[in-house]
C-alpha cells in the first residue's frame, strides 16, 4: 500500500524497526537464543507420571485392568500401601475413601475425574515454579533428615517454612533439583528440603545433657520395642504396656502421631498417639511378627478411625472381617469401631438399666495410655457400636 508521498506502508512489525526486515530478523532471532540460553521461565513439571495409562471413564469396586492399576499407582505414590494387581478390591476402595476424605471430594469410594484430577494435583501441585536453567533428577524413594531442617512451601529460604522437621524424620523424595533443593512429601504435606540435609540412612541420635549451661539434645529414637510374641492378645498387651512405660501422650495433631510407634519422633520431649494410632500399629506387629507381608505393609503407616468405619461398611478387607451378632459374638481382640473412635475388645457386662460396661484396650485420652493393660471404655450402650473387626 502506497501512502500520499509515495512510500509503502508498512507492517506494524516492521515499523517497529525502522522498516528494516533483516534487523526485525536478526532481532527475533536473538531474543530466541537469549531466552533458550538464559532458560528464564515459569515450568510445570509433573512430580511423577505413571505407568499405567490413565482410565478416562469411572473406575470402582470390582473393575480390573489398566485403569485400576492407574489408580492404585497414583494411590501408592501418594503414600497409601496397597499392592498394584489390577483388581479394584477392599485394600483399593478404603484408600480411594480416605483419599477422597483427606482431600474434601465426595467419599463414594469411586474414582471419577474429580477424584483422578486431585490424585494428580497432589503429586504436582509444588512442583510449578520459576526456574533458570533447572533440571532434575527423580528420586521416588525415603530418605532421612540429617540434621533439624526447614521444610518449605517453595525452593528458597525466602519461602515460608511448614515447621522444622527433626533429625531423623523420615521424608518421601520425588525430585532432586539442580537447585540444590529437593521436592518431599511428609505427613501428606508437599513441599521442599534442602537437599544437603537428606541422607539415605536413618541418623544415629543421642540425649545429652550440659549441666553447665542447661541446653538439652532431645533424643527423636524412641526405646526399643520388644518383639517376642506372635499372638494378637499379647502383641496388644506389649503395645500397651510400651505406651505407658514410655510416657506416651494423647494428641489429635497431624504430624504428631507416627506409625509404627517405635519409628515415632517427639516434639519438644514428649511422644504422642491416640486410639487409631495403637490400633494401627499394633495390627502391624501382629503382622510382622506372623510374616503377613501385605498385611504389614497395609498398617505401616496410621489408618485412622473413619478407614476402620470404612471397612465395616465395605463387609471387611483382606486383613479384618467383620463380626456380626453384637457384643455376644465378640472375642477379646476384636476391634470396636464406635463413632470417631477405635479400641480391642476384651469383656462386657450387662447393667440392670439396659447399659453396659466394657473392659477394652484402648488409647483414647492421656488416662487410658497410662495405664499398661485393660482399661474402661466410654461406651456404654451397645448400640453406639458400629461395626465389630476381627483379624483373619
Excluded at 137 to 156: D, E, L
Excluded at 198 to 222: A, E, G, M, R, Y
Aim: glycine letters at 8%; one cysteine or more; proline letters at 2%.
Amino acid at each position: 500500500m502506497k501512502m500520499k508521498d509515495g512510500t509503502k506502508e508498512l507492517p506494524s512489525s516492521e515499523l517497529y524497526l525502522g522498516g528494516d526486515m533483516v534487523r526485525f530478523r536478526i532481532f527475533i532471532l536473538v531474543s530466541i537464543l537469549m531466552i533458550l540460553t538464559v532458560g528464564i521461565s515459569s515450568i510445570s513439571y509433573a512430580a511423577y507420571t505413571s505407568p499405567y495409562a490413565e482410565p478416562t471413564s469411572l473406575v470402582r469396586y470390582g473393575n480390573t485392568g489398566i485403569g485400576v492399576k492407574w489408580v492404585q499407582d497414583m494411590l501408592r505414590q501418594n503414600g497409601y500401601s496397597l499392592t498394584i494387581d489390577g483388581a479394584f478390591g477392599p485394600q483399593t476402595q478404603n484408600a480411594v475413601i480416605l483419599f477422597q476424605k483427606e482431600n474434601s471430594l465426595e467419599v463414594d469410594g469411586i474414582v471419577g475425574a474429580l477424584t483422578r484430577s486431585a490424585l494428580k494435583k497432589e503429586l504436582g501441585s509444588a512442583s510449578t515454579t520459576t526456574t533458570t536453567n533447572s533440571s532434575t533428577t527423580t528420586v521416588n524413594a525415603y530418605r532421612y533428615a540429617s540434621a533439624n531442617v526447614n521444610f518449605r512451601n517453595g525452593p528458597s529460604t525466602g519461602n515460608t517454612s511448614y515447621g522444622i522437621l527433626a533429625k531423623g524424620t523420615e521424608v518421601y523424595v520425588y525430585q532432586n533439583r539442580s537447585d540444590g533443593w529437593s521436592y518431599v512429601k511428609y505427613n501428606n504435606r508437599y513441599g521442599y528440603i534442602n537437599t544437603t540435609y537428606l541422607q539415605v540412612t536413618k541418623p544415629v541420635t543421642t540425649t545429652t545433657s550440659n549441666t553447665s549451661t542447661n541446653t538439652t539434645t532431645t533424643n527423636t529414637s524412641l526405646p526399643a520395642f520388644s518383639r517376642n510374641a506372635k499372638d494378637l492378645l499379647t502383641i496388644i498387651k506389649n503395645c500397651k504396656s510400651y505406651y505407658a512405660n514410655n510416657n506416651f501422650n494423647y494428641s489429635l495433631a497431624d504430624g504428631v502421631r507416627s506409625i509404627p510407634a517405635d519409628k515415632s519422633k517427639s516434639y519438644s520431649g514428649k511422644y504422642y498417639v491416640d486410639c487409631s494410632a495403637f490400633t494401627t500399629w499394633v495390627l502391624y506387629e501382629y503382622a510382622n511378627a506372623n510374616g503377613k507381608t501385605a498385611m504389614k505393609n497395609y498398617f505401616s503407616y496410621q489408618r485412622n478411625s473413619a478407614t476402620f468405619a470404612s471397612i465395616g461398611a465395605n463387609g471387611g478387607n483382606d486383613y479384618l472381617q467383620v463380626v456380626n451378632g453384637g457384643l455376644a459374638n465378640a472375642k477379646p481382640g476384636d476391634i470396636l469401631v464406635t463413632q470417631g473412635h477405635v479400641e480391642f475388645f476384651s469383656s462386657y457386662t450387662q447393667n440392670a438399666n439396659g447399659t453396659i460396661s466394657m473392659k477394652v484396650y484402648n488409647c483414647g485420652s492421656d488416662g487410658s495410655i497410662k495405664v499398661a493393660g485393660i482399661s474402661n471404655s466410654a461406651t456404654k450402650n451397645a448400640s453406639e457400636i458400629k461395626y465389630i473387626l476381627r483379624v483373619k
